[in-house]
């Protein structure tokens, strides 16, 4: 089965650091995506991790642990334009399955 | 900008009639996806087109149909359209089936009524 987990909706202060979860149960497990959408806008990519650990892209950080079924979104140095939604999403079997997303609000 | 073009941007459709999208993947892609997203939700996988094969389907039923052409470009067709119908439709190529990252279109907003 395709199950992704992730909170609805958090709220972080410009410039601090906010860290999003994910759980997923994928069948065929090969990797895990994390995009960002703003409202009204198409997913962009931020990131896609296959191996256990940490991998840095600037402000964004994306962790995996295939053993725990878990990974983290990590947003350092927050501004207001990182005001929307994340997307966790397992490939696994052709196949990408995409949490609700997590709406995150950046406030001054 | 991924390159991946979807079109038409926006349309209104009544229930009951046919539609078909379109997309065109970025340039030396052979693999699309469709995803239908409704609002406040995240995308949900509808199928993949591999070289002009569909290579996987998630849980929508078959009046959802498409096709891949020889360059690699897709349509989504959904008849007797239902009001439930009405969402984002995503486009998305990569280059290959698996562990490539997806490119999204900005999509097609339907609206039944």
């Known amino acids: 089965g395709q199950n992704i987990d992730q909170p609805t909706e958090m709220t972080a202060t410009e410039g601090a650091i906010v860290q999003i979860n994910c759980t997923y149960q994928?069948?065929?497990?090969?990797?895990l995506f994390w995009y960002q959408q703003h409202a009204g806008e198409a997913p962009t990519f931020l990131s896609y991790?296959?191996?256990?650990g940490l991998e840095e892209k600037g402000r964004f950080s994306s962790f995996l642990s295939r053993s725990k079924g878990y990974s983290y979104l990590l947003l350092k140095e927050l501004q207001m334009k990182d005001s929307a939604s994340y997307l966790c999403?397992?490939?696994?079997?052709?196949?990408?399955?995409f949490g609700i997303g997590t709406k995150l609000q950046v406030i001054p | 900008e991924t390159g991946v073009t979807q079109s038409p941007t926006h349309l209104i459709k009544t229930r009951g009639q046919q539609v078909t999208l379109r997309c065109s993947s970025q340039?030396?892609?052979?693999?699309v996806s469709w995803y239908q997203q409704a609002l406040g939700q995240g995308p949900q996988f509808i199928f993949q087109?591999?070289?002009?094969?569909?290579?996987g389907r998630g849980n929508f039923p078959p009046r959802f149909s498409g096709l891949q052409f020889p360059n690699y470009s897709s349509e989504l067709n959904v008849n007797a359209l239902e009001l439930d119908d009405s969402a984002l439709y995503l486009c998305?190529?990569?280059?290959?089936?698996?562990?490539?990252?997806?490119?999204f279109g900005e999509g097609s907003w339907l609206t039944v009524v």
């Open positions: 340039s030396g892609h052979n693999t």
């Open positions: 994928t069948s065929g497990f090969n990797g």
């Open positions: 991790n296959v191996l256990d």
């Open positions: 998305a190529s990569s280059l290959g089936v698996s562990g490539n990252t997806i490119y």
């Open positions: 087109y591999y070289r002009e094969e569909e290579n």
């Open positions: 999403a397992g490939e696994g079997y052709q196949k990408v399955t």
